[in-house]
């Protein structure tokens, strides 16, 4: 039964691969079954901040993939917002990396154009048409002076599933600062600027983490340097 599941699993996502430039697809992920409960483990670094991604506003694992899904292309389509000051010594003040996505696609703006469960994960893959409005800031994104730049980051497994959310964000703040250690000579004292991210991040657990590599650009628009 579990080898007939998957195979209608590849079926479905390969017989529905029907983008093209004209749309965009994203999917996401959440175990049928969650191997850690809540409260079984000391909350996560991020707790004090909402997650990027709202798994608690989806019920059951189908609602909550849907929501990762829906993060994941507002990120593909809108990006996010972020504000970075880094941390100093010498004045006793932490790193700070704000980053908030810049706006969110609702689920009656896709179409479900495949799901199924494989491994006791379930994938829900969504597709979303690009509008002329939609083009025009994604071209803004797509010049010789901003590049496609590719960052990884990690998070604790011990939160969960959910973990995935805070690799998210470490992830996003090294990409922010390969950018700037390509666009700047000197250290910076705050950075603002808009991420897009161009696809699907890829999420792996290993040696009790979550792992998350992501491909995006980064604008900034806002540079205060010592110099």
Known sequence: MKKTVGMIFVFL??????????????WGDYPVVEELGKGSFE?????????????????????????????????NVYGYTFLYKPGSTLMKTEETFEVEIRGKIGPDNVTIIGEGVEDNIYR????FGITPSVRRWQTAFHTNTLR?????????????WEGRSDALYETLRNLVLIAA?????????????????????????????HYCRLSGYVNFVEILTYH
Do not use: C, M, W
């Open 13 to 26: 996502f390969l017989s529905t691969a029907l983008a093209g430039e004209e749309s965009i697809v994203i």
């Open 43 to 75: 909350p996560a670094i991020r707790s004090e901040a909402a997650p990027l991604i709202p798994y608690g506003n989806g019920n059951e694992y189908r609602g909550k993939a849907l929501q990762e899904a829906l993060h994941l292309l507002s990120a």
């Open 124 to 127: 829900v893959k969504i597709q």
């Open 148 to 160: 496609l730049l590719e960052s990884e980051g990690t998070s604790d497994f011990y939160s969960g």
């Open 181 to 209: 250690k390509l666009r700047l000579s000197s250290r910076p004292l705050l950075l603002k600027g808009d991420i897009l991210l161009k696809g699907n991040p890829e999420f792996s657990v290993g040696a009790g983490r």
